[in-house]
């Protein structure tokens, strides 16, 4: 087995959020209230949480591929930097994910041999495909139906409310 550089893969490279995504990254990270409130700092923290919440809330979606749609990128030195963790919370989704690959071994291989080669594609759009879904989970929980800032404060408290209820007092166990 080869193997990997820290720097190899989806990581390694500009992401850029398209379309609808883009606009919902950009409202994320936006400032609010007389405090200059975010509720996300940089494009990098959505994308780091988004594929979390995709899978939990069970949300893909796909790429927004309509021509000359407003993009919004996070720079291929700050995935770099950040490779580590977006490592893990790749190879987490593709150990999780039972509904794309029944067997526990394949899904192993998925999340410590197959990636960053030609067989991982498909498994990368997967992955991308929950950033997508969860940046629409978070966009709806947290700002859809707000309209200021004790709004989004509410929001969020009830979407850490609900994830907590959901996720709060499940064991690893139970999940693998």
Known sequence: MTKKSKDSGIFSKEYTFRGSHAERVK????????????????????????????????RQADPDGTPNAETTKIFADILITNSDTLWFIYRLIMLLDKKHEKSFEARVNKAFRDYGREEAAEDERLFDSYVLGGVDVLYEKLLENGHGEEDYIKNLYDFLSDFNERYGGVSAVEII
């Open 27 to 58: 409202l994320l990270t936006a400032k609010f209230g007389k405090g200059n409130l975010q509720l996300f700092k940089r494009n990098l923290d959505v994308y780091m949480i988004a594929p979390l919440v995709g899978y939990c809330y069970q």
